[in-house]
C-alpha cells in the first residue's frame, strides 16, 4: 500500500527479552519518526531521522532503546532487555521533509511485556 | 513537562451540533499546530493545520482556531457525524519537534 507500515502489529514478549519492531515508510519520505504511546497518554517523541543527517535521538527514554534506518528507508526499533514499563503502543510516522509538514502514521505495534 | 494539554478527555455530542475541542499549550516558541483524528486501532491521521501567523483555518466541516495571548487552540466540528467519533489529538511544533497532548475521545450520539 501507500501508507507507512509497521511491524508486527502486536508483539508479546517475556521482560528481559530483546524487540525489534520494523517501520516502513511512505516512499519519497526523507523523514521518518517514532513515538510510542502508554495507555492513558499522548504520543511521546522517541527518535526523529531526516534523511542522511544524524538523527535525533533526544527522546529515547534509556540505553536500552535505539533505532536504524538503513538505507534512507526502512527503520527498525530495537529495546533491549525489555521492561513491563516499556508496553505501549509503537508508532511510526514520515512525512515528505521535516517537521513543518504533516507526518503520516502507521497503524502502530502494540508491545506486551508479560 | 507537559507542553500541550487537553484538559476534556472526552467529549459527547449529538449529530448535526457543533463539536468543539480544546487545546491549550505552554511553550511559545510553538510556530505551527496539528490536529489529528485516532480511531481504535489505526495510527493518526492528520486532520487539520495552523500556522501561528494565522489565528483560522478552515476545511470543510473542521475549522480550527489560534488564541496565541492565551496560548489556546480549539477545533471546531461543524455539523458533527458519528463518523467523527474517535479520539482528537492535538500537536504543536517549535520547529525542532512535536508535542502531542493527551487526546479527547469525542462520542457524536446519532
Known amino acids: 500500500g501507500a501508507g507507512v507500515s509497521q511491524s508486527p502489529s502486536n508483539k508479546v514478549t517475556e521482560k528481559g527479552k530483546d524487540v525489534e519492531l520494523r517501520c516502513d515508510p511512505i516512499?519519497?519520505?526523507?523523514?521518518l519518526y517514532w513515538y510510542r504511546q502508554s495507555l492513558g497518554q499522548g504520543l511521546e517523541f522517541l527518535i526523529y531521522f531526516q534523511g542522511n543527517s544524524a538523527p535525533d535521538k533526544s527522546g529515547l527514554p534509556s540505553d536500552r532503546f535505539s533505532a536504524e534506518r538503513t538505507g534512507g528507508s526502512v527503520s527498525t526499533l530495537t529495546i533491549q532487555r525489555t521492561q513491563q514499563e516499556d508496553s505501549a503502543v509503537y508508532l511510526c510516522a514520515s512525512s515528505f521533509q521535516g517537521w513543518n509538514q504533516p507526518q503520516h502514521f502507521g497503524d502502530g505495534t502494540r508491545l506486551s511485556i508479560l | 513537562d507537559q507542553q500541550v494539554k487537553q484538559n476534556s478527555p472526552s467529549l459527547r455530542v449529538q449529530e448535526g451540533r457543533i463539536s468543539i475541542l480544546n487545546c491549550d499549550y505552554t511553550?511559545?516558541?510553538?510556530?505551527?499546530f496539528l490536529w489529528y483524528k485516532k480511531y481504535p486501532a489505526e495510527g493518526p491521521t492528520f486532520l487539520i493545520s495552523?500556522?501561528?501567523?494565522?489565528d483560522k483555518n478552515e476545511d470543510g466541516r473542521f475549522t480550527v482556531f489560534l488564541n496565541k495571548s492565551a496560548k489556546h487552540l480549539s477545533l471546531h466540528i461543524v455539523p458533527s457525524q458519528p463518523g467523527d467519533s474517535a479520539v482528537y489529538f492535538c500537536?504543536?511544533?517549535?520547529?525542532?519537534?512535536?508535542?502531542f497532548g493527551t487526546g479527547t475521545s469525542l462520542t457524536v450520539i446519532p
Open positions: 500537536a504543536g511544533n517549535n520547529g525542532n519537534q512535536f508535542y
Open positions: 495552523i500556522s501561528s501567523i494565522k
Open positions: 511553550n511559545s516558541m510553538f510556530d505551527y
Open positions: 516512499s519519497g519520505h526523507t523523514a
